[in-house]
């Protein structure tokens, strides 16, 4: 970053050299008051619809990760070629660049690792300004895993999620911070990475720390002021329905839940569709007997007031980490003849489910990996658990099946895209000692690295069954993208950035950015009548157009 | 089984919050060996003096509320978003011009006996358009939430007199035509190719420099001069008393 500042420093002094410049001579203008970004949230609840603008988190909110463009094309997508690449400098080890720019009439705005921010010019990958939050030293979560999944935008202001469990308002034009709220004490865990969700005038946001004593909660606070409108504490406090789920009020209160993945909506039924994480301690349970409602679970949530409307929990009484905080895939899917109205989610316990998003009712739920944890569930939608300790074969890793890396799906092909993990591990509980802010993942995990790989995998949603799947040499966390155009595009551990052919899986393009591609998901956006693909990768973000012609 | 290790990437131990103390905190030599240091490589921006003159005052930092850890961490990562560069220097070099910026360092001074809240209204009239305070004003000028801070009363009253003087980077003026449309703004980066601009009407637009007609930098700061016809003396001291009171260190949060 400074060296480019340096370089604007030096181009501006030479700028008088140069021919093609004209020293200035008219008067200086009247100052015109700024104009407003024109994002409202009519815009948001549109999606798409506008080819230039990506303006929330998954496109739009749905969460399909679905595009309508169609200018790149499987028979065009091999000239696929980098346009620019905009290095951050900030980088999170052993972690990814997870974010999902924002593409708003020719600027990006981007986050980055360890709270960095930008807009950047979305013709040259050129920074308009930087932010950077001033950290505390003694993160805890955060310092683990010190990465940021977007931003969320509405009118002038961007918002974002901090490391220290804060969330902040940008104004888009400087990166000044407008206003600050405190979401939860990060000195006991608390951490904030995902990209906020705008739903009218209030941005909905979750908080991560399930590795710790925490008790998870879903935010809603006022877009123009940051006072909270809401909270909905994800474990019932005492007396509360679900609250018989833990054994006694003190394993309840650190629960764990956390909500650390953007959800979705639905306009209609002004439901927010949000997961939750693992319960606390991770993988020993021998202090939380029960349950442990509504951890590991999605919950359907009245946007206005924050009430739960239904749960449908995933992994019951988890002993995995396998947190359910998964992008909600909504959509309208065939079933018994007709179009119901459906949520699906690919989850880290290895099960593929498809639930009416009115109800919370099951309407299909299958492996979508090799898991033995379970083959089946019962009528409600329980596992009929198998081996649920890895005592009897290898179990899926605590990263899961897949993880919070967004899927993608197609509504005319009915085809949902996952990134699996095929991995082996055995599991050993450890009671944790708690200590206030000190990390209790009451346990450790085995992985046999020789008995692993990955597989993007397209899964009809009508029946669950594969019909295809492109395998990986290692299980990874790319997130993934489809188009109308019938392309998919996603990523590997390796650092490779793929499209494939959304019929059949066949990889038509390829393009080796250098490191993994983890945890984030691609986006695309017309500029200039030219539609770009974005990924980011390591500490860069890359933007991929046609040829000019 | 072959190759089983032990997962640790997921769960490592977090780092162990310390506050850190300058070792050289109060020896003589360090603090005299830090001044030349600071005059070598910070003064330029800073002042000899560390009372400002294109970058902050930095006397009055620990007034502030700036620690020697915090200080340290700012030379060694720079500051984003300014011409402020992180240092790659030794720690103990760091430490020297720490602890020499601790023994200038100063109580709150006041900038102004004026009137603040004189100094308010003026400021909401003819300011706030172009500078924010807090989450209120304009975002074409700098920041100005903890100028009372950064900057010394005589620059202060350099910036509202004479405001083309100095003109931070990230806010010099620029004047083009872009497909017949004249545009104005300051520029907030460029290359030899193309020019990111925050237009007056508060548009941030990316250009390629070969498809723009004009492209005209200007040594003016898009900011009006207060000379003393515009703004009067006792003005002048409302104002600089209210800019005085712009000290907010914290984060802003609630």
Known sequence: MQTALRAVTVSIAFS?????????QSPSAPIAPAAPSGVTAADIRAGLAEPTRWLTFSGDYTGQRHSPLTQITPRNVGSLSPQWTFQTGSYARGRGFETTPLAVDGVLYVTGSNNYAWAVDARTGRPFWEYRRTLPTNLTYGALAPVNRGFAILGDLLYMTTLDAHLLALDRRTGGVVWDVRLADYRQGYAATLAPLVVDDQVIVGIGGGEYATRGFLDSYDAATGARRWRLYTVPGPGEPGSNTWPNVEAAARGGGGTWMTGSYDPQLKLLYWGTGNPNPDIYSGNRQGDNLYTASLLAVDAKTGTMRWHFQFSPHDTHDWDANHVPVLAEVPFGGKPRHVVMVANRNGFFYVLDRVTGELLLGKPFTATTWARELDANGRPIVLNADGSSGCLPDQWGGTNFNPPAFNPKLQLFFVNARETCARYLAQEPQYVPGEITPGGVTWIDRDKQFGALRAIDARTGEMKWEFRYPQANLAGVMSTAAGLVFS????????????ANGRELWHYQTGTSIWGAAPMTYMLDGRQQVLIASGAALISFALPQR | MIGISLLVCAWATPPAPAQQVNPFEGDAAAVTAGGALFAGRCADCHGADARGSRGPDLTQR????????STFATIRRGVPGSIMPPSAAPDHELWAIVAWLRSISVAPQLV?????TRGRALFAAQCQQCHRVGAQGGSL??????????RSREALVTALREPSKSVQAGFRTVELVNRGERIEGVIKAEDAFSIQVLTVDGRLLGLRKAALGKVAPRAESLMPAFSADKLGESELEDLLAYLGTLRDTGTGAK
């Not at chain 1, 990523?491 to 959304?502: K, L, P, T, V, Y």
């Open chain 1, 491 to 502: 990523g590997d551990q390796e650092g490779n950035f793929i499209a494939f052919d959304a």
């Open chain 2, 62 to 69: 620990w007034a502030a509320g700036a620690t020697a850890e």
């Open chain 1, 16 to 24: 008088g050299l140069l021919p093609a410049i004209v020293s200035a």
């Open chain 2, 112 to 116: 102004s006996s004026g009137d603040a």
């Open chain 2, 141 to 150: 000028g700098p920041d100005l939430t903890q100028i009372g801070l950064t």
